[in-house]
């Protein structure tokens, strides 16, 4: 076989992963065509199906076990395990993924101290990772994107690894040439979030026509309040983080941020209207605009307009004076 007897598959990102997995799947496959593929998890695993499974085949075929979720394998499962690692077969390849904590500690021990592959799949939360990780997929396509696009595409789709990886293989598939922010907006432009960032973009600028503006499209055609009002939030959080993070290149805050490079230089532009109080007394409405979108008022959309009344007439505010 072309992969080792023995892998490890660890770290939360479930996106990663899983082509961690059809990469062994595919490695193997390579010299051994007929390769028989064996799926075990951990919630309703029923003792000795490891042993079963993991039996020669009656034709010789080699086999690959994946066994999924040891982070939640129940005790039948762990002690299955470890008699298997104790004596291996031959003919297999056994995978295990384990996304987090210390159950399962003694099985990744031990496949560790067997010397297995382990293979990494971290946790992509920040903006930085989602950049990062979008640059990552047009680069493994052999596509060029601007970081403009890639910002979009972030804003757009960022809130779930798995759809922002679908979103950058549409655009693969999709389009041709370098990927900019148009092609982008032409395809995801109308969603959830990016009608939330275009409304906290005009916001934080103090734009109150065009921001009540994209409001009332948002509602208009259905937009619930909640993710407009955490767009808000955020886009004020990272002003007051990259405000008082002090100077420095883009890239170094960033990363001490857990932001993109991107966002501390959109946030750097945006804080030339701002002052601490200003983003304070923002953050605070937006907050209390927060809890009425979420039942504690009688009118979410009135709350939202009322949070961006206020951020736009604390933009420039000492300025005015």
Same mark, same amino acid.
């Given at each position: 076989m072309s992969a080792p007897p023995l892998v490890l598959v660890q770290g939360p990102e479930a996106v990663l992963a899983d082509r961690a997995v059809e990469q062994v799947i595919a490695d193997v496959r390579v010299t051994s065509p007929e390769l028989e593929v064996v799926t075990l998890r951990a919630e309703g695993y029923e003792e000795g199906a490891l042993t079963v499974q993991a039996s020669p085949s009656l034709f010789g075929e080699d086999k690959l076990i994946v066994v999924r979720d040891l982070h939640q394998a129940p005790d039948a499962l762990q002690v299955d395990l470890l008699a298997y690692l104790a004596d291996p077969e031959d003919s297999?390849? +056994?995978?295990?993924?384990?996304?987090?904590?210390? #159950?399962?500690?003694? @099985?990744?021990?031990? +496949?560790?101290?067997?010397?297995?592959? =382990? $293979?990494?799949? *971290?946790?992509?939360?920040?903006? #930085?990772?989602?950049?990062?990780? %979008?640059?990552?997929?047009?680069?493994?396509? #052999?596509?060029? &994107?601007?970081?403009?696009?890639?910002?979009?595409?972030?804003?757009?789709?960022?809130?779930?690894v798995r759809e922002l990886a679908s979103a950058c293989q549409q655009l693969v598939d999709d389009t041709t040439g370098t990927i900019d922010a148009d092609v982008v907006e032409r395809y995801h432009g109308g969603?959830?979030?990016?009608?939330?960032?275009?409304?906290?973009? /005009? /916001?934080? /600028? !103090?734009?109150?026509?065009? &921001? $009540?503006?994209?409001?009332?499209?948002? @509602?208009?055609?259905? %937009?619930? *309040?909640? *993710?407009?009002? &955490?767009?808000? /939030?955020?886009?004020?959080?990272? $002003?007051?983080? =990259? !405000?008082?993070?002090? #100077? !420095?290149?883009? &890239?170094? $805050?960033?990363?001490?941020?857990?932001?993109? *490079?991107?966002? %501390?230089?959109?946030?750097?532009?945006?804080?030339? !209207?701002?002052?601490?109080?200003?983003?304070?007394?923002?953050?605070?409405? @937006?907050?209390?605009?927060?809890?009425? =979108?979420k039942g504690g008022g009688r009118d979410p959309v009135y709350a939202v307009e009322k949070a961006i009344l206020t951020i736009t007439r604390e933009f420039g505010r000492d300025q005015r004076r």
């Amino acid at each position: 076989m072309s992969a080792p007897p023995l892998v490890l598959v660890q770290g939360p990102e479930a996106v990663l992963a899983d082509r961690a997995v059809e990469q062994v799947i595919a490695d193997v496959r390579v010299t051994s065509p007929e390769l028989e593929v064996v799926t075990l998890r951990a919630e309703g695993y029923e003792e000795g199906a490891l042993t079963v499974q993991a039996s020669p085949s009656l034709f010789g075929e080699d086999k690959l076990i994946v066994v999924r979720d040891l982070h939640q394998a129940p005790d039948a499962l762990q002690v299955d395990l470890l008699a298997y690692l104790a004596d291996p077969e031959d003919s297999v390849t +056994l995978v295990v993924t384990h996304a987090s904590g210390n #159950r399962g500690k003694k @099985v990744l021990d031990t +496949l560790k101290k067997a010397k297995a592959l =382990v $293979l990494e799949a *971290p946790a992509i939360k920040s903006d #930085r990772d989602k950049a990062d990780f %979008v640059t990552n997929e047009f680069r493994r396509s #052999r596509r060029k &994107a601007t970081s403009e696009a890639v910002q979009a595409l972030v804003e757009a789709v960022g809130r779930d690894v798995r759809e922002l990886a679908s979103a950058c293989q549409q655009l693969v598939d999709d389009t041709t040439g370098t990927i900019d922010a148009d092609v982008v907006e032409r395809y995801h432009g109308g969603r959830v979030e990016a009608t939330g960032f275009k409304v906290a973009d /005009a /916001a934080v /600028a !103090g734009q109150t026509g065009e &921001a $009540l503006r994209l409001l009332r499209h948002a @509602v208009n055609v259905g %937009v619930d *309040p909640v *993710p407009i009002v &955490a767009v808000l /939030a955020q886009q004020l959080r990272q $002003l007051a983080k =990259v !405000g008082g993070a002090g #100077r !420095g290149r883009s &890239a170094d $805050l960033a990363r001490d941020l857990g932001m993109a *490079p991107w966002q %501390v230089d959109k946030a750097r532009r945006a804080l030339r !209207g701002w002052t601490g109080p200003g983003l304070g007394r923002s953050i605070q409405a @937006v907050a209390a605009a927060d809890f009425e =979108v979420k039942g504690g008022g009688r009118d979410p959309v009135y709350a939202v307009e009322k949070a961006i009344l206020t951020i736009t007439r604390e933009f420039g505010r000492d300025q005015r004076r």
